[in-house]
């Protein structure tokens, strides 16, 4: 493999046509009705140089453990396990950059185990070097600049192997998916451009393309090209945008170039799908770019990751979220012919623990794991007559539990996964295991959500989430939209269309309810559906029990629909109010919730989306 990195990549698009074209074959023609499999693909263990800093010594082996619901050891010594059922697949995720070096320094089979230089780079036992976090960084950078032995090649292939060995043992077809991948870090300014790279079967190159070897993503995707034409496949997955300070999704190259149409497909070849929800924040909108969306602000994370002060608030949203990123595409798409933001969507963890806590009520973070760390409990809370004054809220209480990749699949299985992946039926959620289909088509039947098998008049009639459907007649296209609770979830309050149109050049966008719990109609003026009437105890958490629905099913018709326009729709599904995982915090520890942080939210859903083009 080591001939493909000075291999250059002139022009991919004749295979990736071809590709495309096959897979659209069995997407958009009569195909077989698929399962919904929930899985994490944003892992990180010991092999990452931030989770060893954080006392980390859990192994991707103890990672796969704890997706298929073992339990594994926290570093704060408790043990950790799921509550609910098994991961259906999972990808363990170390960074790329300073891949195993730490690890190796305790492995005494690794290379260059005990190298002298590398003594004081490594925590002493039940030591905690993130506040010295930067300094290292730093330190770190200027013993690879000077070709320090013990980061050598040596030490990353000891790592990426065991990364590989581990997914290869503990892959079970048609039981337990694992995926060999890692994460791709560059971070300009910290600023975030970070992207998970999967690939699709054991054929893997000999190392990852780390932020090392480029700060550029458009790097990233020559060198998967070029994997590709080798019978190598794979996609990169960009999460945190809402920490990129407007990068992750620009008008422009990364380099300041104009975006062309090889850009675009290249762009959408490598990166079909991106992660919206985890644990570090929310990346499908924000309050100041929807301001029109109640349901905007959820899990906003108002701080860049990597400064040190509270001083330094992120500064632009725009090109940061992904609503925002499609209606861009649509910009595009009108102004120019092509769009590289056609994305679908999953949900991910980022935890840096081997493990993840998508249960609400048993929240665990990384490094120091007490409640007054964690911003959910103050000092002294077990002494009499302290509060929340002058309590500094630390930035990780604005940190979630972290969400869920949902993927409608034949199998599960590496290929079909992928392949679901690929062509972007997947779904994101917050959490919780809440299942969406979403079906777009001129020849839907309007009685669908009645009939005996709507999902496979779907298939046949229409498209799925994902899909692009060509406008050939002017009639109103009809969309099918089926939601399922999590047994061990919350109660659907209401699913939800969002719009996404270009009206003269500029993008605007809508949020339809469509269908609501208990009997309730949308308002046919303000498209909304007034409240159910849950509620939530905030004394020990119960929530109303007589409101909800197990599963929400509708057809819609847009009532706006214009057969010139440009359009993309997805669903948002929303649970009834529950307790945030600092609420159940503090009424376990008999306090009151940190009155800086929201005492109880809506855990949700989002489909990908579907695209008209005229």
């Not at 192997?161 to 290869?168: F, G, H, P, R, T």
């Not at 040190?308 to 595009?332: H, Q, W």
């Not at 949900?347 to 998508?358: E, K, Q, R, V, Y």
């Not at 296209?477 to 999590?486: G, H, L, M, N, T």
């Amino acid at each position: 493999m080591q001939k493909l990195w000075k291999l250059r990549i002139a022009d991919l698009t004749t295979l990736a046509l071809i590709i495309m074209t096959s897979l659209s074959l069995s997407v958009y023609g009569k195909a077989p009705e698929r399962s919904a499999y929930f899985g994490d693909t944003h892992i990180h263990t010991l092999y990452s140089f931030d989770a060893f800093l954080g006392n980390v010594r859990t192994s991707p082996n103890d990672a796969y453990l704890y997706g298929k619901g073992h339990p594994i050891k926290h570093p704060s010594g408790i043990s950790i396990r799921l509550s609910g059922p098994p991961l259906d697949f999972l990808m363990v995720s170390d960074h790329a950059k300073f891949l195993g070096i730490l690890a190796a320094q305790i492995d005494p089979q690794a290379p260059h185990y005990g190298h002298p230089e590398a003594s004081g780079l490594i925590p002493k036992s039940g030591e905690n070097y993130w506040g010295t976090f930067m300094s290292q960084i730093k330190k770190w950078q200027t013993l690879e600049d000077e070709k320090a032995e013990f980061m050598g090649p040596e030490v990353w292939k000891y790592a990426w192997q065991k990364i590989i060995d581990a997914a290869e043992q503990h892959n079970d077809p048609g039981n337990f998916t694992t995926f060999i991948g890692y994460e791709y870090t560059p971070t300009p300014g910290s600023r975030h451009l970070h992207r998970n790279v999967m690939f699709k079967g054991s054929e893997v190159p000999d190392r990852p393309f780390s932020s090392g070897d480029s700060m550029n993503p458009e790097d990233l995707w020559n060198w998967l090209d070029a994997l590709r034409a080798e019978g190598i496949d794979s996609i990169a997955i960009p999460h945190n945008m809402n920490q990129s300070d407007g990068l992750a999704f620009q008008t422009k190259t990364f380099n300041g170039g104009p975006i062309t149409r090889a850009y675009a497909e290249q762009r959408m070849r490598n990166e079909p799908i991106a992660e919206i929800s985890q644990q570090k924040g929310t990346s499908e909108t924000h309050p100041l770019l929807s301001p029109n969306d109640e349901w905007a602000n959820f899990q906003i994370v108002q701080y860049y990751l990597n400064r040190i002060t509270n001083s330094e608030p992120i500064s632009v949203f725009k090109g940061g979220y992904y609503r925002d990123a499609l209606l861009t595409g649509l910009e595009m798409q009108e102004a120019q012919g092509f769009n590289p933001y056609k994305m679908g969507a999953i949900g991910a963890s980022d935890t840096h623990l081997s493990a993840a806590p998508f249960e609400e009520n048993e929240y665990f973070t990384s490094r120091v794991n007490t409640p007054t760390s964690r911003g959910s409990a103050y000092p002294d809370y077990k002494q009499p007559n302290k509060s929340w004054d002058n309590f500094n809220t630390p930035r990780g209480a604005t940190h979630g539990t972290g969400g869920l990749a949902g993927v409608w699949s034949e199998e599960n299985t590496r290929a079909s996964l992928f392949d679901s992946m690929r062509r972007r039926e997947t779904f994101a959620t917050s959490g919780p295991r809440i299942r969406v289909r979403f079906f777009a088509g001129n020849d839907l039947p309007e009685n669908i959500a009645e009939s005996e098998d709507p999902v496979a008049i779907g298939y046949s009639k229409g498209v799925p989430m994902g899909g692009v459907l060509n406008g050939l007649s002017e009639a109103p296209q009809r969309f099918f939209i089926w939601a399922s609770r999590d047994p061990n979830g919350g109660w659907l309050q209401r699913a939800q269309i969002i719009k996404g149109w270009v009206e003269g050049g500029e993008s605007k966008e809508a949020v339809f309810d469509v269908v609501c719990s208990d009997g309730i109609k949308p308002d046919p003026n303000s498209h909304r559906c007034a409240n159910n009437g849950a509620t939530v105890n905030l004394a020990d958490c119960s929530t109303t029990r007589d409101k909800g629905a197990v599963s929400l099913k509708a057809t819609w018709t847009d009532p706006n629909f214009k057969s010139n326009q440009q359009t993309f729709y997805y669903a948002r599904v929303l649970e009834n109010p529950s307790c945030r995982w600092s609420t159940w915090d503090a009424i376990r520890l008999g306090i009151k919730p940190n009155p800086d942080l929201p005492m109880t939210h809506q855990e949700r859903a989002w489909s990908s989306p579907i695209w008209y083009q005229p």
